[in-house]
């Protein structure tokens, strides 16, 4: 049995070579009925009209048109581009699994068209193309790459250093001679191992699956977690809420924080994967729910960051940092329809940490000139707010006193250039790292911590304080 696969235009014509050969087969099939060519040109033929209408689905479209096709000698003729087209997919592996032939007529791409006889590849789920001497990078490695004009072996080994970042070395790839459309098929550790090239030999790389990759790509960490959250997916993900996954969040960010601070670049990159999956697992469970999908997540983004960057894509001016935060600002405002520097204030959500939140509130309030001149102004308001706390004579007073306190803290310490959340951490870890130390002297000199009184206590931490700091 041979099957032989060509392609017809929109309008339904078809090249010389394609009509030629409809005159001579035993068998001539169209995916559709268009035009008037064959009827013009007394050839007889079938089409697969009268499955689309009954198919109820594709695979059941797709089964019913393969055994239409499966005689010898016929012509199928498709819409369109051949090797992208499903049902010609669909035929050439149920074909080449029974051992039979197939041949095309080439209409486009004739390295691919040589896979696509073969049964390497289809176009099915996209088609990257490239010339071998304008590549320098693939990120997606889900469609079928053809690269062409690999004209020397300095280029192809060029071409398998890069490929080999994305793709496992025994990644099958085709390999083809364009003037006679003919290929074979080797691992890629051998792309650049041929006695000769020119600018006749092309590559042919199927998609690779997800579990083969070497690297991947955004679109791939979107269809993992379109694969586990689908029906058939992780029960654990299948289940998760935005309310749920609300913690994990904030637990990455701080772990993102932590690999900055640490100077860790192999944490960094690992933890920001991490944040990243975050926001594709909310985008996928909005999909669900027929709400947003990440798409809306990347376009809200990049609409936002160019909105405002007047500076880099209108024709704003701004010449320092400080010039850039004064537009920002005075964009977003407009955009959240902000009438006043209040309104300004309450958008500061209220879900941040307090220490964080009221930082920024000051800085914002700062903006419109509400804010003291220096430093010094703003230590004369935490000695008043100290005392005020001292002064308390309620619990409900007191606590209302130390927030005050705290609040004035932060002022003076953002006032100082200094950020607040990140030198209070700093802190917290050094009063662990002396505590641990004042510990250990109270287990070496089998002091009782609970019972020996705090002056025995704040003499370990001198001693901790000079182990640690020297002073």
């Known amino acids: 049995m041979r099957l032989t696969i060509a392609g017809m235009s929109a309008n339904g014509c078809m090249s010389q070579d394609v009509l030629e050969k409809a005159r001579h087969a035993r068998h001539v099939v169209l995916q559709t009925k268009l035009g008037q060519v064959l009827d013009d040109a007394g050839i007889e033929y079938d089409t697969l009209d009268s499955l689309y209408e009954a198919a109820?689905?594709?695979?059941t479209l797709a089964d019913k048109a393969c055994e239409k096709l499966h005689r010898d000698d016929t012509l199928f003729i498709v819409l369109g581009d051949i090797c992208r087209n499903n049902i010609a997919a669909k035929a050439v592996t149920r074909i080449k699994q029974n051992g039979e032939s197939v041949s095309v007529i080439p209409d486009g791409s004739r390295a691919l068209c040589?896979?696509?006889?073969?049964?390497?590849?289809?176009?099915?789920?996209?088609?990257?193309?490239?010339?071998a001497s304008a590549f320098t990078h693939i990120w997606d490695t889900n469609t079928v790459v053809v690269i062409d004009e690999i004209d020397s072996r300095f280029k192809a080994s060029e071409l398998k250093i890069c490929l080999s970042r994305v793709y496992d070395d025994e990644h099958n790839i085709f390999l083809v001679d364009t003037r006679s459309n003919k290929g074979k098929i080797i691992p890629l550790c051998l792309l650049d191992a041929e006695p000769a090239y020119g600018y006749y030999t092309s590559v042919v790389l199927p998609s690779c699956s997800l579990e083969k990759k070497r690297r991947y790509t955004f679109a791939d960490l979107v269809s993992v977690m379109e694969r586990l959250c689908s029906r058939t997916g992780c029960p654990w993900d299948k289940e998760q809420t935005h309310k749920s996954l609300k913690r994990y969040l904030v637990e990455e960010s701080y772990e993102v924080?932590?690999?900055i601070d640490d100077d860790d670049m192999d944490a960094l990159y690992d933890e920001l994967g991490?944040?990243?999956l975050q926001v594709v697992f909310h985008a996928r469970i909005a999909q669900q729910h027929g709400e947003f999908d990440i798409c809306d997540v990347t376009t809200a983004i990049c609409a936002k960051m160019i909105s405002r960057h007047t500076h880099i894509f209108g024709s704003a001016v701004a010449d320092s940092p400080d010039d850039v935060i004064k537009n920002w600002e005075q964009i977003k405002k407009g955009e959240k329809g902000q009438q006043s520097q209040s309104e300004v204030l309450l958008g500061v959500p209220k879900s941040m940490p307090a220490l964080m939140r009221s930082g920024k509130v000051?800085?914002?309030?700062?903006?419109v000139g509400f804010d003291f001149s220096d430093a010094a102004q703003a230590f004369e308001k935490l000695y008043e707010e100290i005392e005020e706390v001292k002064q308390s004579k309620d619990n409900e007073a007191l606590a209302e006193e130390c927030g005050d306190l705290l609040f004035s803290a932060v002022n003076v310490v953002r006032l100082l250039g200094v950020e607040p959340e990140t030198v209070l951490q700093k802190a917290t870890d050094k009063f662990i790292a002396r505590f641990s130390i004042v510990e250990r002297l109270a287990n070496e000199q089998k002091i009782d911590m609970k019972s020996c009184g705090f002056g025995k206590l704040d003499e370990l931490w001198d001693k901790a304080k000079l182990q640690i700091d020297g002073k």
């Open 257 to 259: 924080l932590e690999a």
């Open 274 to 276: 991490d944040v990243l």
């Open 56 to 59: 109820e689905d594709f695979d």
């Open 114 to 131: 040589a896979a696509f006889e073969a049964g390497v590849a289809d176009g099915t789920r996209g088609v990257t193309m490239f010339c």
């Open 362 to 367: 000051q800085h914002k309030a700062a903006h």
